[in-house]
C-alpha cells in the first residue's frame, strides 16, 4: 500500500511539472503583450518598456521557465503582475480557494447523498418505472449548463420565491448560516448537473453488485436486504462512484466559471479568467497548478479510499 | 492463402451480422427512438436555417423584448430580433461547430490511442505523462485560456482562414483528444494480444496495416460510443465557450450566446429570451445523450 | 419623487444662462452645465441633505465585533470608535454597500481610465474644485479661482487647515507637484500646461501661467476630469491608492482586492468634518446584472451605474432612488482617415448617413438619451448650436456617396467593439443598419484589455487603430477633454487620426472664448466642421443612471462613476 502512495506521489510530481511546462508554454508562444496589456493603452512607450524589464519579460527564455519552476518548489509564488503589491497565493489564491472549497464542499454534500440513495433506489428497482425515471431526470439535468440552471434557479427561487440569495455576495463577518444560505445557489446548479452523473455511476454499480454471486449467497443465507446492501452492495458500488466524485473535484474548482459569473462569486474559476484577460502570468500560472493539485490529491484520496473499502482492490493496487 | 482469406472473410461476415443484429436492437429501443426524433428535429431546422424561419433571425424587425405573442411566439430580444426564429437558425451554429469538433477529436484521440496502444514503449509513456497531466485540468478551463489568450494571434487567424467557428473546432477537437486516445488505448490493449493480432504479425503484416485492418475494426465499437458520448459533451462545451464570450460570435442566433445577451434581463422579470435557447440546448443535448446511451447499451450486452 | 424630469432643471439652469455670464461669474464656476446629483438624491427623502457636525461626534457606530468564521481570509476591521452622540441628524454611523464595477487597471490616479478606478480613487483623494450640489463644479481643495483679462493666467486659492491621511499638512507645493507629475507622466491637462507653468506664490495659492487662453481650465482641474486628483508631493509617479493608501479625501482606504473589492473607513481628520457614515464597503461585480440582482435583493444599498434596458425593476421600484442625468456620455464610430478605405469624407458620410439614430435611441435607451450629430458637442451644452442640421437616415443618398467614392458595389469593413454594457448590441445594430446603406460589415467584439490595446490606440501617442470601431467616453461637463484628445490633430485618444487645421483653429477659438455667445459661436464651427467631415459618427449622448436605496440618503453622484458618500447617512 506504503509503496503504491509513494510511487502515485511521484507521478504526481512530473504531471505537475508537466502541466506548468504546458501552461507556461502556452502563455509564452500565444500572443498578447502583458506590460501593454497591464499598463493601458495611454502609458508612454518608455515606461512599458520599463515595466516588461521589471516583470522580467526580457530575460531568457530558460531563465523564465526556471523562475516559474523555482517558485514551484520553494512554493513562493511572488507578486501578482497587475497589482505588485497583491502577492499571488496570500493576495489572491488562497482566498479565492477557500471561497472555492466552500462551494464545492457544499455541492458536494448535497448531491452525493441524494445521487448514492437515488442510484441504490435505482439499482434496486431495475427496469421498473422509477429507475427509467430516476435515469431521464439524471440525463436531462446533467445535460444542462450550469449557467442555464444558475440563471433560472435564480429568477424563480431568487427573485420570485425569495428563499435563496441570487447573488452571493456574502457580507463580511456572516455567520455560517449565513453564509450557507447565499452560496445554496450556486451549489445547488452544480448538483443538478452532477446529481446525474453519480446517480447513474451508483445504479450501474449496484446494479452489477446485486446481481453478483456473492449477493444471490448472502440472500441465500438469510440476510435481509438492508444487510445485503450495506455489506456488500455498498462496498462494491461505491468503488465507480467516488472515482468518478474524485474526477470531477477538479471541475467543481476550476470549471464552474459559469456559475461563479452568474452568481457574482469569485472562486477560483474567476480568478483565472481575470489572470487571462489580463495576461496577469504568474496568477495564472500557479492557479492552475492549485487546480491540478487539487484533482491529483481528489483521485488519489479516491483511490486510497476505494482500496480501504474492498481489499481485493488493494491487491490489484499493490501490484501495479 | 487462401485459407486466410476464408478467415478473413468469415471474420468480416461475423462483423457483418453483428451489426445488422444491433441495429435491430437499437431500432427497438424507446429512448434511441426519441433521442433520434429530437435530434433529427434539430438537424432539420440546422439545415433548413432561416428559410423556415417566419422572420429574419439576424435582422431587428420590432420593437425589442416583447413579451411571447402571436406573431412572436417566442417574443423579441434585446433589439428586436425574433426569437423563436434565432431558436431555429441556432441549430446551425452549434450542429456545424459541435459534431465537426467531436469527430475531428475522435479522429485524432483513435490515431493517437492506437499508436499508443500498440507501440507502447517509450511513445506511450511520454504520451500517457502528457494526457494525465491535461486531464487533470478542467476541458472547460483550458479552452478558455487558450481563447482567452488566443484572442488576437496572426499565426493562428492564418490556419483558421480567420474563421472563428474554424478556431472553436480545432480548440475542442484538441481538447476531447486525450480522453478518446485513453479510451483507445485501453480497447487496443485488450486487443493486441488476442490470436488474430499475433496471426497477422506472424504473416509479417507491418504494424500499420496491423493497426488499421484489423484492429479497429474491433474496436469500433467503443469508438462509436466515444463518439456519440463526445458529441454531447460538444455541444455542451461549445455552448458554454459561446456564453463565456470566446466561442462563436455575434451576430450568430447561437444559444449559448443567446443566453449570455438576455442574462441581465432576468432582472426585469424578462424571462424568455433565456428560457427558450437554454430549453433548446437541453433538449438536443439530452436527444443527443439518449442516442449514446442506448447505443452503449447495446454494444455493452 | 422617484427621478426628476429633466425638464424642469434644465428650464431653471437655462434661464440663468440668458444672457452673457460676466467673467466673474465664470470665475466663481457659473458656467453651469445641466447635470443634477444631490438635488434628485435630496427629492427622494423629505430630510435635506445636511453637512456633517464638526464638532467629529456621531452617535455610535463600532462596526460589529468580527465573528469566528470570516470570509476569504480577512481580518476582522474595526469601524471608527464611537464617540458620544451629538445632535447629529437622523441615524447616522454604519456601512453602505455599493454595487461598482471592478477596475481593469490599476488605480494609479494619473494613468487610470476606467470608471471603476475613479470611484475608487475620488473616495481618497480630491480635486482642486469638487462637486457641487447642483452637478457644477464648486469649491473643494480650492476655495476660490480667478482669471485675468484674457484667461491666460489663472490663481487659486487653497483651503487652508487641510491634512493628508499620513498627517502632513496639505499645501500648494503638493499641487504643484501633482500638475508637474501630470505633464510629465499624463497629458498635462490635455496639453494646457506645461512643465514650470504652476507654481506656488505662497502656501495657499496656485498659479497657472497658460500658453493661449482657456476659460474651461477649472473643468480641467475638477472631479471631472479624474486624472487630476491632487497627490502629495512625495508620491513617485506610478503609485497606485492600493499601495500607497493616502489622500485628502473624508474616506481612507481599509482594504483593497482586486477581485471583490474595497474597504473604506472614516477619515476622522477630514476638512469637511465627521462624516455620518462609519465605512464604505465597495463589492465589485463583473457584470451590470449581477448589480441589479444584488440590489433588488438588498445584498447593496447602491449602485454606481446600471443601464436601461436591463435595469427596468429598479426604474420602478418604490423603494429605489433612482439618480438620472443627462449627460455627454457618448460612443463614437471611429473611422481611419488616414489608412483603410476611409480616408475618403464621402465614405465616412455614407456610414453615418445609414444610421437610424431614433432607433438606436429607442432599442437601446427607451428613448433615454439624446440624439447625436457627429460632433462632440452635445446637446445638454448651453453653448451648444441648435441651428445646425440633424443628420438623419438617407440609405440612397450612402450608396450614392459609397458609389462616387469608387466603391459601386458597396464596400466590406471589419467592425470593431468592445464587450462592455450597450456596445455590443449597438455593433449589431448599425451591421443591420448600414448594409441598407451598403455597408457589409464584418463583427468583431472583443474584451476590454484586448481591444484597448490592439484595435483602439495600440501606440501612443494614437497611431494604427482600427479602420472602423466603436470607442466609448465617460461623461465630461465640458467638451475640451473630448475635442483636445479625440480630434485635434496629434491628440492621445485620435483613433481616426483626423487632422483639421480648421477644427484645430476652432478649438483654440472655443477655448478662449469668455462668454456664453462667443462660446456658441465656436461650437458652431465645431459642430459645423465634424458634420461634414465625420472622422467619427456619434449617434447619441444617453443619461446615466445610478441610484441608491430609500433607507439611505445624501448619496451625490458624477457621471463618471464618482459616488461622493462623505454626505450620505442612514435615512
Same mark, same amino acid.
Given at each position: 500500500?506504503?509503496?503504491?502512495?509513494?510511487?502515485?506521489?511521484?507521478?504526481?510530481?512530473?504531471?505537475?511539472?508537466?502541466?506548468?511546462?504546458?501552461?507556461?508554454?502556452?502563455?509564452?508562444?500565444?500572443?498578447?503583450?502583458?506590460?501593454?496589456?497591464?499598463?493601458?493603452?495611454?502609458?508612454?512607450?518608455?515606461?512599458?518598456?520599463?515595466?516588461?524589464?521589471?516583470?522580467?519579460?526580457?530575460?531568457?527564455?530558460?531563465?523564465?521557465?526556471?523562475?516559474?519552476?523555482?517558485?514551484?518548489?520553494?512554493?513562493?509564488?511572488?507578486?501578482?503582475?497587475?497589482?505588485?503589491?497583491?502577492?499571488?497565493?496570500?493576495?489572491?489564491?488562497?482566498?479565492?480557494?477557500?471561497?472555492?472549497?466552500?462551494?464545492?464542499?457544499?455541492?458536494?454534500?448535497?448531491?452525493?447523498?441524494?445521487?448514492?440513495?437515488?442510484?441504490?433506489?435505482?439499482?434496486?428497482?431495475?427496469?421498473?418505472?422509477?429507475?427509467?425515471?430516476?435515469?431521464?431526470?439524471?440525463?436531462?439535468?446533467?445535460?444542462?449548463?450550469?449557467?442555464?440552471?444558475?440563471?433560472?434557479?435564480?429568477?424563480?427561487?431568487?427573485?420570485?420565491?425569495?428563499?435563496?440569495?441570487?447573488?452571493?455576495?456574502?457580507?463580511?463577518?456572516?455567520?455560517?448560516?449565513?453564509?450557507?444560505?447565499?452560496?445554496?445557489?450556486?451549489?445547488?446548479?452544480?448538483?443538478?448537473?452532477?446529481?446525474?452523473?453519480?446517480?447513474?455511476?451508483?445504479?450501474?454499480?449496484?446494479?452489477?453488485?446485486?446481481?453478483?454471486?456473492?449477493?444471490?449467497?448472502?440472500?441465500?443465507?438469510?440476510?435481509?436486504?438492508?444487510?445485503?446492501?450495506?455489506?456488500?452492495?455498498?462496498?462494491?458500488?461505491?468503488?465507480?462512484?467516488?472515482?468518478?466524485?474524485?474526477?470531477?473535484?477538479?471541475?467543481?474548482?476550476?470549471?464552474?466559471?459559469?456559475?461563479?459569473?452568474?452568481?457574482?462569486?469569485?472562486?477560483?474559476?474567476?480568478?483565472?479568467?481575470?489572470?487571462?484577460?489580463?495576461?496577469?502570468?504568474?496568477?495564472?500560472?500557479?492557479?492552475?497548478?492549485?487546480?491540478?493539485?487539487?484533482?491529483?490529491?481528489?483521485?488519489?484520496?479516491?483511490?486510497?479510499?476505494?482500496?480501504?473499502?474492498?481489499?481485493?482492490?488493494?491487491?490489484?493496487?499493490?501490484?501495479? | 492463402?487462401?485459407?486466410?482469406?476464408?478467415?478473413?472473410?468469415?471474420?468480416?461476415?461475423?462483423?457483418?451480422?453483428?451489426?445488422?443484429?444491433?441495429?435491430?436492437? #437499437?431500432?427497438?429501443? &424507446?429512448?434511441?427512438? *426519441? $433521442?433520434? @426524433? %429530437?435530434?433529427?428535429?434539430?438537424?432539420?431546422?440546422?439545415? +433548413? !436555417?432561416?428559410?423556415?424561419?417566419?422572420?429574419?433571425?439576424?435582422?431587428?424587425?420590432?420593437?425589442?423584448?416583447?413579451?411571447?405573442?402571436?406573431?412572436?411566439?417566442?417574443?423579441?430580444?434585446?433589439?428586436?430580433?425574433?426569437?423563436?426564429?434565432?431558436?431555429?437558425?441556432?441549430?446551425?451554429?452549434?450542429?456545424?461547430?459541435?459534431?465537426?469538433?467531436?469527430?475531428?477529436?475522435?479522429?485524432?484521440?483513435?490515431?493517437?490511442?492506437?499508436?499508443?496502444?500498440?507501440?507502447?514503449?517509450?511513445?506511450?509513456?511520454?504520451?500517457?505523462?502528457?494526457?494525465?497531466? #491535461?486531464?487533470?485540468? &478542467?476541458?472547460?478551463? *483550458? $479552452?478558455? @485560456? %487558450?481563447?482567452?489568450?488566443?484572442?488576437?494571434?496572426?499565426? +493562428? !487567424?492564418?490556419?483558421?482562414?480567420?474563421?472563428?467557428?474554424?478556431?472553436?473546432?480545432?480548440?475542442?477537437?484538441?481538447?476531447?483528444?486525450?480522453?478518446?486516445?485513453?479510451?483507445?488505448?485501453?480497447?487496443?490493449?485488450?486487443?493486441?494480444?488476442?490470436?488474430?493480432?499475433?496471426?497477422?504479425?506472424?504473416?509479417?503484416?507491418?504494424?500499420?496495416?496491423?493497426?488499421?485492418?484489423?484492429?479497429?475494426?474491433?474496436?469500433?465499437?467503443?469508438?462509436?460510443?466515444?463518439?456519440?458520448?463526445?458529441?454531447?459533451?460538444?455541444?455542451?462545451?461549445?455552448?458554454?465557450?459561446?456564453?463565456?464570450?470566446?466561442?462563436?460570435?455575434?451576430?450568430?442566433?447561437?444559444?449559448?450566446?443567446?443566453?449570455?445577451?438576455?442574462?441581465?434581463?432576468?432582472?426585469?422579470?424578462?424571462?424568455?429570451?433565456?428560457?427558450?435557447?437554454?430549453?433548446?440546448?437541453?433538449?438536443?443535448?439530452?436527444?443527443?445523450?439518449?442516442?449514446?446511451?442506448?447505443?452503449?447499451?447495446?454494444?455493452?450486452? | 419623487?422617484?427621478?426628476?424630469?429633466?425638464?424642469?432643471?434644465?428650464?431653471?439652469?437655462?434661464?440663468?444662462?440668458?444672457?452673457?455670464?460676466?467673467?466673474?461669474?465664470?470665475?466663481?464656476?457659473?458656467?453651469?452645465?445641466?447635470?443634477?446629483?444631490?438635488?434628485?438624491?435630496?427629492?427622494?427623502?423629505?430630510?435635506?441633505?445636511?453637512?456633517?457636525?464638526?464638532?467629529?461626534?456621531?452617535?455610535?457606530?463600532?462596526?460589529?465585533?468580527?465573528?469566528?468564521?470570516?470570509?476569504?481570509?480577512?481580518?476582522?476591521?474595526?469601524?471608527?470608535?464611537?464617540?458620544?452622540?451629538?445632535?447629529?441628524?437622523?441615524?447616522?454611523?454604519?456601512?453602505?454597500?455599493?454595487?461598482?464595477?471592478?477596475?481593469?487597471?490599476?488605480?494609479?490616479?494619473?494613468?487610470?481610465?476606467?470608471?471603476?478606478?475613479?470611484?475608487?480613487?475620488?473616495?481618497?483623494?480630491?480635486?482642486?474644485?469638487?462637486?457641487?450640489?447642483?452637478?457644477?463644479?464648486?469649491?473643494?481643495?480650492?476655495?476660490?479661482?480667478?482669471?485675468?483679462?484674457?484667461?491666460?493666467?489663472?490663481?487659486?486659492?487653497?483651503?487652508?487647515?487641510?491634512?493628508?491621511?499620513?498627517?502632513?499638512?496639505?499645501?500648494?507645493?503638493?499641487?504643484?507637484?501633482?500638475?508637474?507629475?501630470?505633464?510629465?507622466?499624463?497629458?498635462?491637462?490635455?496639453?494646457?500646461?506645461?512643465?514650470?507653468?504652476?507654481?506656488?506664490?505662497?502656501?495657499?495659492?496656485?498659479?497657472?501661467?497658460?500658453?493661449?487662453?482657456?476659460?474651461?481650465?477649472?473643468?480641467?482641474?475638477?472631479?471631472?476630469?479624474?486624472?487630476?486628483?491632487?497627490?502629495?508631493?512625495?508620491?513617485?509617479?506610478?503609485?497606485?491608492?492600493?499601495?500607497?493608501?493616502?489622500?485628502?479625501?473624508?474616506?481612507?482606504?481599509?482594504?483593497?482586492?482586486?477581485?471583490?473589492?474595497?474597504?473604506?473607513?472614516?477619515?476622522?481628520?477630514?476638512?469637511?468634518?465627521?462624516?455620518?457614515?462609519?465605512?464604505?464597503?465597495?463589492?465589485?461585480?463583473?457584470?451590470?446584472?449581477?448589480?441589479?440582482?444584488?440590489?433588488?435583493?438588498?445584498?447593496?444599498?447602491?449602485?454606481?451605474?446600471?443601464?436601461?434596458?436591463?435595469?427596468?425593476?429598479?426604474?420602478?421600484?418604490?423603494?429605489?432612488?433612482?439618480?438620472?442625468?443627462?449627460?455627454?456620455?457618448?460612443?463614437?464610430?471611429?473611422?481611419?482617415?488616414?489608412?483603410?478605405?476611409?480616408?475618403?469624407?464621402?465614405?465616412?458620410?455614407?456610414?453615418?448617413?445609414?444610421?437610424?439614430?431614433?432607433?438606436?435611441?429607442?432599442?437601446?435607451?427607451?428613448?433615454?438619451?439624446?440624439?447625436?450629430?457627429?460632433?462632440?458637442?452635445?446637446?445638454?451644452?448651453?453653448?451648444?448650436?441648435?441651428?445646425?442640421?440633424?443628420?438623419?437616415?438617407?440609405?440612397?443618398?450612402?450608396?450614392?456617396?459609397?458609389?462616387?467614392?469608387?466603391?459601386?458595389?458597396?464596400?466590406?469593413?471589419?467592425?470593431?467593439?468592445?464587450?462592455?454594457?450597450?456596445?455590443?448590441?449597438?455593433?449589431?445594430?448599425?451591421?443591420?443598419?448600414?448594409?441598407?446603406?451598403?455597408?457589409?460589415?464584418?463583427?468583431?467584439?472583443?474584451?476590454?484589455?484586448?481591444?484597448?490595446?490592439?484595435?483602439?490606440?495600440?501606440?501612443?501617442?494614437?497611431?494604427?487603430?482600427?479602420?472602423?470601431?466603436?470607442?466609448?467616453?465617460?461623461?465630461?461637463?465640458?467638451?475640451?477633454?473630448?475635442?483636445?484628445?479625440?480630434?485635434?490633430?496629434?491628440?492621445?485618444?485620435?483613433?481616426?487620426?483626423?487632422?483639421?487645421?480648421?477644427?484645430?483653429?476652432?478649438?483654440?477659438?472655443?477655448?478662449?472664448?469668455?462668454?456664453?455667445?462667443?462660446?456658441?459661436?465656436?461650437?458652431?464651427?465645431?459642430?459645423?466642421?465634424?458634420?461634414?467631415?465625420?472622422?467619427?459618427?456619434?449617434?447619441?449622448?444617453?443619461?446615466?443612471?445610478?441610484?441608491?436605496?430609500?433607507?439611505?440618503?445624501?448619496?451625490?453622484?458624477?457621471?463618471?462613476?464618482?459616488?461622493?458618500?462623505?454626505?450620505?447617512?442612514?435615512?
Amino acid at each position: 500500500m506504503l509503496r503504491y502512495v509513494a510511487k502515485r506521489l511521484l507521478l504526481s510530481l512530473v504531471t505537475l511539472w508537466l502541466i506548468t511546462t504546458i501552461v507556461f508554454l502556452m502563455v509564452k508562444l500565444l500572443p498578447g503583450d502583458p506590460a501593454r496589456a497591464l499598463s493601458g493603452p495611454q502609458a508612454p512607450e518608455a515606461s512599458v518598456e520599463a515595466l516588461r524589464f521589471k516583470l522580467g519579460l526580457k530575460d531568457p527564455f530558460f531563465s523564465q521557465y526556471w523562475r516559474v519552476l523555482k517558485g514551484l518548489v520553494t512554493l513562493d509564488f511572488g507578486h501578482s503582475w497587475r497589482n505588485q503589491r497583491i502577492e499571488v497565493w496570500k493576495g489572491l489564491l488562497a482566498p479565492a480557494l477557500f471561497r472555492s472549497s466552500k462551494l464545492a464542499g457544499l455541492a458536494m454534500l448535497i448531491t452525493a447523498p441524494l445521487a448514492i440513495v437515488a442510484g441504490l433506489v435505482a439499482a434496486r428497482k431495475r427496469d421498473t418505472l422509477i429507475d427509467r425515471g430516476i435515469v431521464m431526470v439524471g440525463l436531462a439535468t446533467s445535460s444542462i449548463p450550469e449557467f442555464v440552471t444558475g440563471a433560472l434557479l435564480a429568477v424563480v427561487f431568487g427573485l420570485n420565491l425569495h428563499w435563496l440569495k441570487p447573488i452571493a455576495s456574502i457580507p463580511r463577518h456572516s455567520s455560517v448560516i449565513t453564509q450557507l444560505h447565499y452560496l445554496l445557489l450556486p451549489a445547488l446548479a452544480m448538483a443538478i448537473v452532477y446529481f446525474g452523473y453519480i446517480a447513474r455511476m451508483m445504479r450501474s454499480g449496484a446494479a452489477k453488485a446485486l446481481e453478483s454471486d456473492y449477493v444471490r449467497t448472502a440472500t441465500m443465507k438469510g440476510l435481509t436486504d438492508g444487510q445485503v446492501i450495506r455489506r456488500h452492495v455498498l462496498r462494491n458500488a461505491l468503488a465507480p462512484t467516488i472515482t468518478v466524485m474524485s474526477v470531477q473535484i477538479g471541475y467543481l474548482f476550476g470549471g464552474i466559471i459559469g456559475v461563479e459569473a452568474v452568481t457574482n462569486y469569485q472562486g477560483l474559476a474567476t480568478v483565472i479568467l481575470n489572470a487571462a484577460t489580463n495576461k496577469d502570468l504568474p496568477v495564472l500560472q500557479y492557479a492552475v497548478i492549485v487546480i491540478a493539485v487539487i484533482y491529483m490529491a481528489a483521485t488519489l484520496l479516491a483511490d486510497i479510499t476505494i482500496a480501504w473499502l474492498n481489499p481485493r482492490a488493494r491487491l490489484d493496487l499493490d501490484s501495479a | 492463402m487462401s485459407a486466410t482469406v476464408d478467415t478473413l472473410s468469415a471474420a468480416t461476415q461475423e462483423r457483418r451480422r453483428a451489426r445488422r443484429e444491433n441495429w435491430h436492437l #437499437l431500432r427497438r429501443r &424507446p429512448s434511441f427512438i *426519441i $433521442g433520434s @426524433l %429530437i435530434s433529427l428535429f434539430w438537424i432539420a431546422c440546422a439545415i +433548413l !436555417g432561416d428559410h423556415v424561419t417566419p422572420y429574419n433571425p439576424l435582422n431587428y424587425t420590432t420593437k425589442p423584448t416583447l413579451t411571447p405573442r402571436s406573431g412572436h411566439w417566442f417574443g423579441t430580444d434585446k433589439i428586436g430580433r425574433d426569437i423563436f426564429s434565432r431558436v431555429i437558425a441556432g441549430a446551425r451554429d452549434v450542429l456545424l461547430v459541435a459534431p465537426a469538433a467531436a469527430v475531428l477529436g475522435v479522429l485524432f484521440g483513435t490515431i493517437l490511442g492506437m499508436i499508443m496502444g500498440y507501440r507502447r514503449g517509450w511513445v506511450d509513456l511520454l504520451f500517457s505523462r502528457f494526457i494525465e497531466a #491535461l486531464l487533470a485540468l &478542467p476541458v472547460i478551463l *483550458i $479552452g478558455l @485560456l %487558450i481563447l482567452t489568450l488566443a484572442d488576437t494571434s496572426p499565426l +493562428l !487567424g492564418a490556419i483558421t482562414f480567420h474563421s472563428r467557428k474554424l478556431l472553436v473546432i480545432y480548440i475542442v477537437a484538441l481538447l476531447f483528444t486525450p480522453i478518446v486516445a485513453r479510451t483507445v488505448r485501453s480497447a487496443v490493449i485488450g486487443e493486441r494480444e488476442l490470436d488474430y493480432v499475433t496471426s497477422a504479425k506472424l504473416r509479417g503484416e507491418s504494424g500499420v496495416y496491423i493497426m488499421s485492418r484489423e484492429i479497429l475494426p474491433n474496436i469500433m465499437g467503443p469508438i462509436i460510443v466515444e463518439l456519440t458520448v463526445r458529441i454531447g459533451y460538444a455541444i455542451f462545451t461549445v455552448s458554454t465557450l459561446s456564453f463565456l464570450g470566446v466561442g462563436i460570435q455575434r451576430p450568430s442566433p447561437d444559444w449559448g450566446l443567446a443566453i449570455s445577451d438576455g442574462r441581465d434581463l432576468l432582472r426585469a422579470n424578462i424571462w424568455w429570451p433565456i428560457t427558450f435557447p437554454a430549453l433548446a440546448i437541453a433538449t438536443l443535448v439530452v436527444g443527443v445523450n439518449l442516442i449514446a446511451d442506448s447505443i452503449q447499451s447495446v454494444y455493452d450486452r | 419623487m422617484d427621478h426628476v424630469e429633466n425638464g424642469t432643471v434644465d428650464g431653471l439652469i437655462a434661464s440663468q444662462l440668458n444672457g452673457r455670464l460676466t467673467r466673474r461669474q465664470l470665475a466663481t464656476g457659473v458656467l453651469a452645465i445641466p447635470t443634477i446629483s444631490a438635488l434628485i438624491a435630496a427629492c427622494g427623502s423629505d430630510k435635506k441633505t445636511t453637512t456633517p457636525a464638526t464638532s467629529g461626534t456621531t452617535a455610535g457606530g463600532t462596526t460589529p465585533p468580527a465573528s469566528a468564521t470570516t470570509i476569504g481570509g480577512a481580518t476582522a476591521t474595526t469601524g471608527a470608535t464611537a464617540t458620544t452622540a451629538a445632535a447629529a441628524p437622523a441615524a447616522t454611523g454604519g456601512t453602505l454597500r455599493v454595487a461598482a464595477q471592478a477596475s481593469a487597471k490599476t488605480l494609479d490616479p494619473i494613468a487610470m481610465v476606467d470608471l471603476g478606478a475613479y470611484g475608487i480613487v475620488a473616495q481618497c483623494f480630491e480635486y482642486l474644485c469638487g462637486l457641487a450640489d447642483n452637478g457644477d463644479i464648486g469649491p473643494s481643495l480650492a476655495t476660490k479661482w480667478e482669471a485675468n483679462a484674457d484667461s491666460t493666467e489663472w490663481t487659486f486659492t487653497l483651503r487652508s487647515g487641510v491634512k493628508w491621511q499620513n498627517g502632513a499638512d496639505f499645501t500648494a507645493d503638493d499641487v504643484v507637484a501633482t500638475m508637474e507629475r501630470i505633464v510629465a507622466k499624463g497629458d498635462g491637462l490635455g496639453g494646457s500646461i506645461k512643465t514650470g507653468n504652476v507654481t506656488a506664490s505662497d502656501a495657499t495659492t496656485v498659479v497657472y501661467k497658460l500658453a493661449s487662453p482657456n476659460a474651461s481650465l477649472p473643468y480641467l482641474v475638477s472631479i471631472y476630469n479624474p486624472q487630476s486628483a491632487i497627490t502629495p508631493k512625495g508620491y513617485a509617479a506610478g503609485t497606485t491608492l492600493d499601495a500607497q493608501p493616502d489622500g485628502t479625501g473624508p474616506w481612507k482606504l481599509a482594504k483593497y482586492d482586486p477581485t471583490t473589492g474595497a474597504t473604506f473607513e472614516r477619515n476622522d481628520a477630514w476638512w469637511g468634518g465627521k462624516t455620518p457614515l462609519d465605512s464604505i464597503d465597495w463589492q465589485f461585480f463583473t457584470d451590470v446584472s449581477s448589480m441589479v440582482t444584488a440590489m433588488q435583493s438588498g445584498s447593496v444599498d447602491a449602485i454606481v451605474q446600471f443601464s436601461v434596458v436591463g435595469g427596468d425593476a429598479l426604474l420602478n421600484d418604490a423603494n429605489f432612488n433612482t439618480i438620472k442625468m443627462r449627460t455627454s456620455t457618448h460612443r463614437q464610430i471611429w473611422m481611419n482617415c488616414k489608412t483603410g478605405q476611409f480616408t475618403d469624407k464621402r465614405v465616412r458620410q455614407a456610414l453615418a448617413l445609414s444610421l437610424d439614430r431614433p432607433a438606436l435611441i429607442d432599442t437601446l435607451f427607451k428613448g433615454t438619451a439624446d440624439l447625436g450629430n457627429d460632433s462632440v458637442i452635445a446637446p445638454l451644452y448651453p453653448f451648444f448650436d441648435k441651428s445646425v442640421p440633424q443628420r438623419t437616415r438617407d440609405t440612397a443618398k450612402a450608396k450614392q456617396l459609397l458609389a462616387d467614392a469608387g466603391f459601386p458595389n458597396g464596400l466590406k469593413a471589419t467592425l470593431h467593439a468592445v464587450d462592455l454594457q450597450e456596445m455590443p448590441q449597438l455593433a449589431e445594430l448599425i451591421q443591420i443598419q448600414a448594409a441598407e446603406g451598403g455597408f457589409t460589415l464584418d463583427l468583431n467584439v472583443e474584451s476590454d484589455s484586448t481591444f484597448y490595446s490592439t484595435e483602439w490606440c495600440p501606440a501612443s501617442p494614437c497611431a494604427g487603430s482600427a479602420e472602423l470601431g466603436i470607442v466609448d467616453y465617460g461623461h465630461r461637463a465640458t467638451p475640451d477633454v473630448f475635442l483636445l484628445k479625440a480630434f485635434k490633430t496629434g491628440g492621445d485618444w485620435n483613433s481616426s487620426e483626423y487632422s483639421s487645421p480648421d477644427l484645430d483653429a476652432a478649438i483654440l477659438e472655443y477655448q478662449a472664448s469668455a462668454d456664453i455667445v462667443k462660446r456658441t459661436a465656436a461650437c458652431k464651427k465645431i459642430e459645423t466642421i465634424m458634420l461634414e467631415d465625420t472622422p467619427a459618427a456619434i449617434p447619441y449622448f444617453y443619461n446615466y443612471l445610478g441610484g441608491f436605496s430609500k433607507s439611505f440618503t445624501g448619496v451625490r453622484l458624477s457621471a463618471l462613476g464618482q459616488m461622493l458618500l462623505d454626505k450620505a447617512a442612514k435615512a
